[in-house]
């Protein structure tokens, strides 16, 4: 190989670790609502603030938005059946980066109001 292909190749692999990104890693919390009312409440949140819900599968209480500000973000909700509650996960993408999951709190806490289960 000649110098050429070994610059091409090193500015593809470089290239290819840049595109890495850490995985995401979700917030929880566990409400007393019921599963269907804390979905729907949680797309209600998620408008109210301004996101574009792109996807909504209540039965796989999976939904995803995003925020068109700068730099960009995307919201990621699974809620799922706990107990006779239900278990809230969220995770979130600035960009391309993850949000850190701690980022996540106020969101949850503005979810909980919403539901009128607050302390």
């Known amino acids: 190989?000649?110098?050429?292909?070994?610059?091409?190749?090193?500015?593809?692999?470089?290239?290819?670790?840049?595109?890495?990104?850490?995985?995401?890693?979700?917030?929880?919390?566990?409400?007393?609502?019921?599963?269907?009312?804390?979905?729907?409440?949680?797309?209600?949140?998620?408008?109210e603030q301004g996101y574009v819900v792109r996807h909504a599968d209540i039965a796989l209480g999976r939904a995803e938005a995003s925020l068109a500000r700068w730099p960009g973000y995307q919201l990621q909700l699974q809620v799922s059946e706990e107990g006779s509650g239900s278990r809230v996960s969220v995770s979130a993408l600035r960009g391309s980066q993850p949000l850190p999951p701690y980022l996540l709190d106020p969101w949850l806490v503005d979810l909980q109001h919403k539901l009128g289960v607050a302390p």
């Open 1 to 47: 190989m000649n110098l050429r292909h070994w610059v091409l190749i090193a500015l593809l692999a470089g290239l290819a670790g840049c595109a890495t990104t850490a995985p995401l890693e979700p917030r929880e919390l566990v409400y007393t609502t019921p599963t269907e009312e804390t979905f729907r409440k949680a797309i209600d949140l998620m408008v």
